[in-house]
């Protein structure tokens, strides 16, 4: 990571199909505008924990989520920040392009392929890195508050959950939407600006 260049923290979890749209543009924004992406967990399953009025199927996804975050946060305190990115990468490919499901086995072959060990996928089953996933959670969210969730990105003192697009714009049209997220979220006063979805998160 460039020192001198501006940084755009970004918090995920890799179960959220949106929140992977939403990185897979950031990347390429960040390929045609000055800046690097350094990454985060959040939990959606922890965010959501004391709701009770979730629609069934989302309240199944959020029982899949704690387990490949606590691997994606077990990683990242072994490992370091750096790790995020390629494993993040391996486990959306099989989760949100394959559709594989979310178990043990799909997370080790993809800390296999970001060149982690195997043994990571423990983390899955235990609570040993709660305290630590809930410190990124919070540090994201306390920026944005509680009524959204991921992706959250901090720029320059401005933080900000979304965009939610589908599909990923790519070279300069990711840069345009980047530009744009800059000049709305910077703006003064500024929280909201929404449209129904018309369209299911289109991977590409």
């Known amino acids: 990571m460039n020192e001198s260049r501006p940084t755009a923290d970004f918090w995920f979890d890799p179960v959220c199909p949106w929140a992977w749209m939403a990185s897979r543009w950031i990347l390429e924004a960040s390929a045609v505008r000055d800046f690097d992406v350094r990454w985060h967990v959040m939990s959606l399953a922890y965010l959501n924990a004391d709701k009770d009025d ?6 199944e996804l959020l029982s899949q989520a704690w387990g490949p975050v ?14 995020l990115l390629p494993l993040y990468t391996a486990l959306g490919n099989r989760f949100h392009l394959e559709d594989r499901p979310k ?3 799909t997370i080790v072959e993809a800390l296999e392929e970001a060149g982690l060990e195997a043994t990571l996928a423990e983390a899955a089953a235990t609570d040993a890195f709660d305290e630590a996933l809930k410190a ?4 994201g ?18 933080a900000f959950f979304g965009p939610v697009v589908s599909p990923a714009p790519k070279g300069e049209a990711a840069g345009v939407l980047w530009d744009g997220v800059l000049a709305v979220a910077g703006t003064d006063g500024f929280f909201e600006l929404k449209r129904s979805r018309t369209r299911s998160p289109i991977f590409e």
């Open 141 to 158: 969210m306390d920026q944005v508050g509680y009524e959204v969730g991921t992706p959250v990105i901090s720029v320059g003192g401005v």
């Open 103 to 105: 178990d043990q086995a």
């Open 136 to 139: 990124s959670h919070h540090a």
């Open 70 to 83: 606590r691997v994606c946060i077990a990683a990242e305190q072994k490992h370091g920040g750096e790790v």
């Open 54 to 59: 979730l629609p069934d199927r989302y309240r």
